[in-house]
């Protein structure tokens, strides 16, 4: 019913730019907070950055300065654009989302995940 498709990952060389996307689909009413996640080889999955409905963003420390986060509520649609890219960048971006639906059901729906490759 609702889905995330994301898109804009791929192989980046140290110290250049990504923007990542993700567009919710299907029935619904309305999108609450929205995040992006990742997680590398051997680590635990941690949120990178998160906006609220209203705009109101928090970053992980590693990230703060480097990257942002950006919604389009019209487009039901989450960015993230990352610069200064590091090698240990490197992993896995998954983004999140809290969604109202048609059938007044609240869930957590998340993304097909996108690989992220800094490297030389």
């Known amino acids: 019913q609702v889905q995330l498709v994301e898109s804009g990952g791929g192989l980046v060389q140290p110290g250049g730019s990504l923007r990542l996307s993700c567009a919710a689909s299907?029935?619904?009413?309305?999108?609450?907070?929205m995040g992006w996640y990742r997680q590398a080889p051997g680590k635990q999955r941690e949120l990178v950055a998160a906006i609220t409905s209203g705009r109101s963003t928090n970053y992980a420390d590693s990230v703060k300065g480097r990257f942002t986060i950006s919604r389009d509520n019209a487009r039901n649609t989450v960015y993230r654009q990352m610069n200064s890219l590091k090698p240990e960048d490197t992993a896995v971006y998954s983004c999140?989302?809290?969604?109202?639906?048609?059938?007044?059901?609240?869930?957590?729906?998340w993304g097909q995940g996108t690989q992220v490759t800094v490297s030389s």
């Open positions: 999140n989302a809290n969604i109202l639906d048609y059938g007044l059901t609240q869930n957590d729906y």
């Open positions: 299907g029935r619904i009413l309305r999108i609450n907070a």
